[in-house]
């Protein structure tokens, strides 16, 4: 009942500026280059069939990438907290991958892989993969000395205190970095669409912004960010699933 109120907040708060959005429209206010919510929500409509054909493809980069980023970020993780030396190492390639725009990456990764879908999923696992890492580090810090001196104790090995003792202690960190992602898996997927491919959201973007067609360049933005929140709950939900599954445990052991 507490997250349904916390809820209404913001819902309210976007109905009122829809609301206000469409009637600045029916009164003749806003510019040509913008479209009102009932003339995006029509696009949407007239257009689901061509707005699916090209959203399919990305979702798929988007997902793929995200899995990806997750898998690398976690084995990395693993070998800097099994060999701790390598940490500084990894921290500055991972800082200057992420320092630089992909936007820049983007042409020679073209040059090198081709407008290939491999090229698409790398461009999207890059994107994704910095801000899952660097929560996976912080969270394999957070368990406590006392701990950590017991699993030494126990004479555990390193994978054993990184699976029984390190992941349990990163999975909420883990969570924040996936949440960050998650929209972010979207962006790289549109960005990679950016640099040529046959179909895709990014096509659809362009094809209509060069055509000018304002109605179906922001009813393809629309379904962008209606793809990226929807993402981003549902990280929301894995997370709350994942740590009531976890207190259970806890509580039945």
Same mark, same amino acid.
């Given at each position: 009942m507490i997250d349904g109120r916390r +809820?209404?907040? $913001?819902? *309210?708060?976007?109905?009122?500026?829809?609301?206000?959005? #469409?009637? +600045?429209a029916a009164v003749n206010m806003l510019p040509a280059t913008l479209a009102s919510p009932l003339q995006i929500a029509k696009g949407v409509a007239d257009s689901a069939d061509l707005l699916w054909f090209h959203l399919e493809p990305t979702l798929l980069v988007a997902a793929t990438g995200y899995l990806l980023a997750v898998a690398i970020a976690i084995a990395v993780g693993a070998?800097?907290?099994?060999?701790? $030396?390598?940490?500084?190492?990894?921290? &500055?390639?991972?800082?200057?991958?992420?320092?630089? $725009?992909?936007? +820049?990456?983007?042409?020679?990764?073209?040059?090198?892989?081709?407008?290939?879908? #491999?090229?698409?999923?790398?461009?999207?696992?890059?994107i994704c993969l910095f801000p899952i890492f660097i929560? %996976?580090?912080q969270g394999l810090k957070s368990p406590p000395p006392t701990a950590e001196e017991l699993f030494v104790s126990l004479a555990a090995s390193p994978m054993q205190r990184f699976r029984l003792l390190g992941m349990p202690y990163a999975l909420p960190y883990l969570f924040v970095g996936l949440k960050i992602s998650a929209p972010l898996a979207i962006l790289g997927a549109l960005i990679a669409e950016w &640099? *040529? +491919?046959?179909?895709?959201l990014g096509v659809y973007l362009l094809s209509a912004m060069f055509g000018?067609?304002? %109605?179906?360049?922001?009813? *393809?933005v629309f379904v962008a960010c209606a793809i990226s929140v929807s993402a981003y709950l549902l990280v929301c939900l894995f997370e709350r699933l994942s740590i009531a599954d976890a207190g259970q445990r806890e509580i039945g052991s």
């Open positions: +809820a209404l907040l $913001p819902a *309210g708060a976007m109905l009122a500026f829809l609301a206000a959005f #469409q009637l +600045a070998l800097v907290y099994v060999v701790k $030396p390598l940490e500084p190492m990894v921290m &500055t390639v991972g800082t200057v991958l992420d320092s630089i $725009p992909m936007i +820049a990456i983007a042409p020679v990764l073209v040059i090198w892989m081709g407008l290939t879908l #491999q090229m698409r999923l790398t461009i999207t696992t890059i929560s %996976v580090l &640099t *040529g +491919a046959e179909r895709g000018m067609r304002v %109605v179906a360049l922001w009813s *393809g």
